[in-house]
């Protein structure tokens, strides 16, 4: 039943398709919003308190699969759909997802269940290598992902987002380099963009898994955007041996040129050599018996059938992907100080949404967002920053509008309400709303028309990228319109 509904919703959209809306590039507005709906999975409490998705409605809910993993399908109006994965749980069960923490090769299959074997491809390298606990949570997913996809592409939605927050970022890395390959192999529609945003996430797999991926979403298609305070990013610990680096290097031939010298410079030579390279295996052996075989019963114990894979003999566990830097100042860590009982003061979404919203675009994305396109025509409101209320509470029947004549500096619109009009200030990207305007004066119903207003005021600068129109207050984008 929720599989024909989702259908039905995404089969609804076409009408409002006007071509691919998703761009290259970190975009803050957009990641703040998935911010957003990757919240929806926190208990009532932790959704009440923090502020509602407005582009977006879920269309599905995933059930529970897995070592607790579950996803969820977003869907907008521009025919955009968010694949939204959960983090980490407070269930021993998730947690042992997290403590399974042997690297397996990123190409290979792996029997899930007494029926189930996953084939999959990440990277092609034989060196490739990433953590087993969240392939296997990507190998549940992705069954019911990928016929959401099938409908979705069918209904004419061929932009996706890919999100995940903690645990779930761990996961979008793999599930995206899945997708991706699926996509070389002919097996999904070579024209949906898929664009993700691992948030908080931990690292996925070792370097040249790393390598693959970059390359594989390089040119804006793929963030890891980090919390410098936040310690998930930093886990699982690595340990790098003298197997984790490439095939031509000094050290691999180091024991042959130490049994060439002379016996007193080969026994000081071999002492060395030894003392720094066996450690650093013996830890990696360790770190496989403790995270992967010995960890594997666990995991037997709560997936039926599973059988463990052989492991891929490295624990160098890598940060991936083009790396979002959100650094704390002085304020944030009086709003979120370093605490030694509660562990994830720096870790959910209110501090990332904290540091994110504080967060100055680069000079090369400040002369990107002030190019001075063709302000002229009609816009329509689908995105305003601020309020807890979702976007169509705010505008449940009409969405506020705005039409600018740049040639006899005017503009008039809606508030979703009244109509109003007035002069246009604008000298090239910068805009200003703070002029008198003449307006009716109906009564209206909500908060929709003063929010709008109020905001409006704030704004000044905009940019103008084909039929979306952004409205920006100093540097946060705080209203987005779609050409009518």
Known sequence: MKQIIT????????????????????????YIEL????AQFGDSTYVSSFPAPQQ???????????LDNRWDLWTSQQAVAVLSIRG?????????????????????????????????ELASSPKAAVHVGWLLGTAFLAKDILPKIDSCYRAGIKDMLIMGHSQGGGIAFLLTAYLKNLQKQGKIPADIRFKTYCSAGPKPGNLYFAYEYEAA?????????????DWVPEVPFSIQTINDVNTTNPFRGAPAMIKKQKLPQRIVLKYIYNSLSKPAL????????????LASKTVQKNLNGYVAPDYYNSSDYVRTGTTIVLLPDSEYFKKYPDSEEKIFVHHFHPPYLYLTEKLSMSPDQMQSSSTNQSLDGTW???YISGPRMAFEG???EKKPSITFDTANQRLNGSTSCNSFNGKLVVDGPKVNFTQPMATTRMMCPGDGEQTFLNVLKTVNRYSVSDNTLTLIMGDIAVMRFIRK
């Open 7 to 30: 259908t039905l919703i995404c089969l609804a959209l076409p009408c409002l398709v006007f071509g691919q809306s998703l761009k290259t590039g970190f975009d803050k507005a957009e």
């Open 35 to 38: 911010l957003k709906v990757s």
């Open 56 to 66: 977006y409605k879920l269309a599905y809910r995933s059930p529970v699969v897995g």
């Open 88 to 120: 980490t749980t407070a269930n021993s069960v998730s947690w042992l997802s997290n403590f399974y923490a042997a690297m397996v090769p990123a190409k290979g299959s792996i029997q899930i269940s007494d029926k189930e074997n996953f084939q999959y």
């Open 217 to 229: 979403t390089q040119n804006g298609w793929a963030y890891n955007v980090v919390n410098a305070a």
């Open 282 to 293: 013996k830890a990696q052996q360790n770190y496989q018996k403790f995270l992967g075989r």
């Open 380 to 382: 329509e409101l689908n």
């Open 394 to 396: 705010l505008y449940p």
